[in-house]
């Protein structure tokens, strides 16, 4: 499948457009004002804070359990709207990149056996 229609334009309600757009500036700016606050790591990427590096991810996780994955996910369900179903398993299958949890321990279930 060929995904190069830039120059192709479609319709969007303006509401689907700003909910999506404000979702995006507020990760940006806030994963930039996070990263720019704590400073955990040397310039070879070692942690040399520890309590700096809890610190930050506490506050990435409060960040994103808050309501913004629900928020997302709505934005996520509108915008499908706008792309046929083919094209958004093909993007989804083989062109966007995911978090690989692979080799990730789960503290609470692969602990407990």
Partial sequence: MD??????????????LILA???LESITVSLDQM???YDYVDSQGNII?????????KSLHDYFISDLWQKLNKA?????????EDEAEY?????????NYKGVQRRLKDNQQ
């Fill in 49 to 57: 804070d520890e309590s700096e590096y809890r610190a930050m991810c």
């Fill in 91 to 99: 993007l989804s299958d083989l062109k966007i990149p995911y978090w």
């Fill in 3 to 16: 995904i190069k229609e830039e120059r192709k334009f479609i319709p969007v309600k303006k509401s689907d």
């Fill in 35 to 37: 990263c720019g606050t």
């Fill in 76 to 84: 996520r369900m509108r915008l499908l709207n706008y792309i046929p």
């Fill in 21 to 23: 757009w404000t979702l």
